[in-house]
């Protein structure tokens, strides 16, 4: 594939002037909240048009089509005709439930505009198992924010239960789609003031979430994790207590190991499933540990509050060896159609799993597991078919506080399932924005899609929005199709952007080429997710205090943009920048900074590029640069960056400074990418959305595509068509 890079930045459009490389000060201002967004300003509404078939591709005709915004109002509603089609007319992102009385309920996150394609399951005999990743309530989510250009959800314990409500809001009608919904709760919930006295993170959570994930259609929680043990024995007691009063089953955690491995049994249209839950991460580190296992007898000593306390070893989570998790195991197939193993563990941020718990997973299949479900690594991993069974690496985050930048996208994960095996699994994503998990459209949608099949076997199938496989327990002769296309590309330093597939394999003719992806999940600012808002740029930092910024209609060729503004009663400059800073991997091979931009005079706009070598404080250098003059049109700039040595952390920061003399000044921007770039010994994959090309090559495509589909186009454009070189300032 060649070496890659040169060691240049790249200017695409105009060119840019050279810019100071400082900091400075930045005031609330700039962007805004666009929950108040007039009609006028919003965009036409447009169809959403699909198809429902079977597994075999026959339509089904008399589905019902729901359109559903968040707290599960309904906006529109329509059925499919004798050829399975339908079509509705939207204005922003809703859930899309696909109801029939014969076939299990399908749920999917739309926007306007967008093509539906759903294959449905039989209901008789069959079960929609649903899987959520991690979930709290506490820490930051009672902590005052001291950003004001990041807004997050708080609870207030005036308003406790409403507040837990509103978490869920957005995502209960995803939530309420499954016939079984389990979360794994990462959590005790409790009033106590008791506290693990050893560990560094504790996450306490009040007693009314059970209340309110009960109401949004929770029916099991994984209890069988590192934190649920935070608040010790009362803790655990009275976590259980809280569960057993709104009926939300659970597994994993108990007094004594016997009922830390009992699994719980839920009865569901005829079939029974047994979910058994349990980790690795125990405490071996510490004195109080909280496994349930390793010791039946020993009691642990402590001191609280100025009172010894003891604790017997015996209460805790239940911890896997081969032995004890296939016994579980073959026990609850002779009590159960169906089984599901949940197990926490692994290494946090770690989209792959490790080999313990790759061990582990492989032997609960072979011990008569139909379904393994894993997290802790706070990141979403890939889904594999095992043998007669299926398994989810890392379900990542789902309700969760945390400010790193790959713990906002995850995923629920979906299997349909009857008293023969796994028919189906699916994925929904989810994004987390300001702690509350929302459904997404559009390029969040994809990445999250792309990522996934990226780190999944090829027996996962992709397609255009959507990802799936299938199980044991398919019946249909119809297998999904494989689109494969091989064409040529050649440009001198040129990027293609992906539209729709992947490259399966580079082969290079003459040059360079080189594979990357946009880690900036919404650098378009469309409007995307699924909540009360419109057009509110999630996972970007900037002022939501004055007019609104974000509109569908000032970017680049009529689509939504991003509008930094300053005039003569401004004192500071105005800032925009990705919501947190961005993990910098170890492959060494840089990033692409590429954005469209607009103004047609001299605006003092500077762009400043910050590295760092932690998650937090001061950055350690940075670069910077001051476009040119766009003259009223749309350019795009493209810049090239490589880390320096130390760098954990990259971000970046769009800044416009006030007039000097009255008047006003403004800049558009669009679709903002920060593309990192892949070993060049790296021939394909489908998480990758970008191309460098600085010669020619020939490059297999694929695209899959349900039975029966028509073919799905596969398409790479330029993404720019001129660049040149040029160098940035540095601090």
């Not at 504790?202 to 007693?207: I, L, M, N, T």
């Not at 600012?525 to 939501?544: A, S, V």
């Not at 952390?649 to 920060?674: A, Q, S, T």
């Not at 959305?689 to 695209?703: C, M, N, P, Q, V």
């Amino acid at each position: 594939m060649g070496s890659g890079f040169n060691r240049r930045a790249v200017l695409g459009g105009l060119g840019a002037g050279i810019g100071a490389g400082t900091a400075g000060c930045v005031s609330d201002l700039g962007l805004t909240d666009r929950g108040a967004e007039s009609d006028e300003s919003l965009p036409d509404s447009s169809p959403v048009s699909g198809t429902v078939t079977t597994q075999s591709g026959d339509p089904i005709t008399d589905a019902t089509i729901t359109a559903i915004r968040e707290g599960d109002t309904t906006i529109a509603d329509t059925t499919t005709d004798q050829d399975g089609s339908f079509s509705i007319d939207l204005q922003r992102p809703v859930w899309l439930r696909i109801g029939h009385e014969e076939y299990l309920t399908e749920m999917q996150a739309v926007g306007p505009g967008e093509t539906v394609t759903q294959t449905v399951t039989e209901r008789e005999g069959a079960v929609s198992l649903q899987f959520t990743g991690d979930v709290m309530f506490g820490r930051r989510f009672y902590e005052p924010n001291h950003d004001s250009l990041s807004p997050r959800y708080q609870i207030n314990p005036e308003t406790r239960l409403e507040d837990h409500r509103e978490i869920l809001q957005g995502i209960q009608p995803l939530l309420a789609a499954g016939d079984i919904t389990s979360i794994n709760l990462e959590t005790p919930l409790t009033t106590t003031d008791l506290r693990h006295p050893e560990k560094t993170y504790s996450y306490v959570s009040h007693p009314v979430a059970a209340q309110v994930l009960a109401e949004a259609g929770i029916e099991y929680t994984a209890l069988g994790n590192n934190h649920v043990f935070d608040a010790l024995d009362i803790g655990l007691e009275d976590t259980i207590d809280s569960l057993d009063e709104h009926d939300v089953a659970y597994s994993g955690a108990g007094f004594s190991s016997d009922e830390a491995w009992e699994p719980a049994y839920i009865e569901e249209n005829g079939l029974t499933v047994a979910y058994i839950s349990c980790t690795t991460i125990v405490g071996e580190s510490v004195e109080i540990d909280w496994s349930a296992d390793q010791s039946e007898t020993s009691q642990h000593r402590f001191e609280h509050n100025g009172e010894q306390r003891t604790l017997p070893a015996s209460i805790g989570v239940a911890e896997p060896t081969s032995d004890r998790l296939q016994t579980a195991v073959q026990q609850a197939t002779e009590n159960a159609d169906a089984v599901v193993v949940q197990i926490h563990g692994g290494d946090e941020y770690a989209r792959d799993p490790d080999e313990r718990i790759r061990t582990l997973s492989e032997e609960a299949i072979e011990a008569g597991a139909d379904l393994v479900v894993n997290h802790h690594p706070h990141v979403a991993g890939g889904i594999e078919s095992y043998e007669d069974g299926t398994i989810a690496w890392s379900l990542g985050n789902f309700v969760f506080d945390q400010e790193l930048w790959e713990t906002l996208d995850s995923y629920v994960f979906t299997a349909h399932v009857t008293a023969d095996g796994v028919v189906e699994t699916s994925i929904e994503p989810v994004l987390l924005e300001g702690y509350l998990p929302k459904g997404i459209t559009g390029r969040p949608r994809d990445h999250v899609l792309q990522t996934t099949a990226g780190h999944s076997p090829d027996t996962v199938h992709l397609s255009e929005h959507q990802l799936w496989t299938t199980g044991p327990a398919f019946e249909s002769d119809e297998n999904p199709i494989t689109n494969q296309e091989q064409r040529s590309f050649e440009g001198t330093e040129s990027i293609y952007t992906r539209e729709q597939g992947w490259i399966e394999e580079i082969s290079v003719s003459s040059g360079d080429a080189q594979l990357g992806r946009d880690r900036l999940l919404t650098g378009d600012f469309e409007d995307t997710t699924i909540d009360g808002q419109r057009f509110e740029g999630p996972l970007w930092r900037y002022g939501r205090e004055s007019d609104p910024t974000i509109t569908p209609n000032i970017g680049h060729n009529g689509h939504a943009g991003a509008r930094l503004t300053r005039h003569e009663g401004n004192e500071d400059r105005t800032l925009l920048s990705p919501r947190y800073r961005l993990p910098v991997l170890e492959n060494e091979q840089g990033y692409t900074l590429s954005l469209l931009y607009q103004y047609s005079e001299n605006a003092n706009f500077e762009i400043l590029v910050s590295w760092y070598d932690e998650s937090r404080g001061n950055s350690f250098t940075t670069e910077s640069l001051e476009p040119d003059s766009s003259t009223g049109e749309w350019h795009r700039l493209v810049w090239h960056l490589d880390p320096p040595t130390n760098a954990e952390f990259i971000d970046m920061f769009f800044f416009l400074e006030p007039p000097e003399e009255g008047g006003i000044r403004e800049v558009l921007l669009d679709d903002i990418r920060l593309i990192e770039w892949a070993d060049p010994s790296i021939s394909g994959g489908r998480q990758y959305d970008h191309l460098y090309l600085d010669g020619e090559i020939t490059a297999d495509l694929r695209a899959n595509q349900p039975s029966g589909e028509a073919n799905q186009e596969v398409s790479w454009s330029p993404l720019a068509e001129e660049t040149s070189n040029l160098d940035s300032s540095s601090e």
